[in-house]
């Protein structure tokens, strides 16, 4: 197995744990209440990451390394 190193910032380490912690979430049961916790929690990520495909440019850079 490899290891990499990632070079993020406070952002985009919270958007990564978010992101985690939602897909978990998924897996599980989720209501109504907890669907707008993380819609607030989305919207939260993608404008501290600046722009509304953020999440997306994240995943991408993961991937790409």
Request: charged share 30%.
């Amino acid at each position: 197995m490899e290891n990499y190193h990632l070079i993020i910032d406070t952002h985009e380490k919270y958007a990564i744990v978010n992101a985690l912690a939602y897909y978990d979430l998924m897996n599980v049961h989720m209501d109504e209440d907890d669907k707008e916790q993380w819609t607030m929690c989305r919207k939260e990520d993608l404008a501290d990451l600046g722009s509304d495909n953020g999440i997306d440019k994240l995943a991408t850079r993961i991937a790409n390394i």
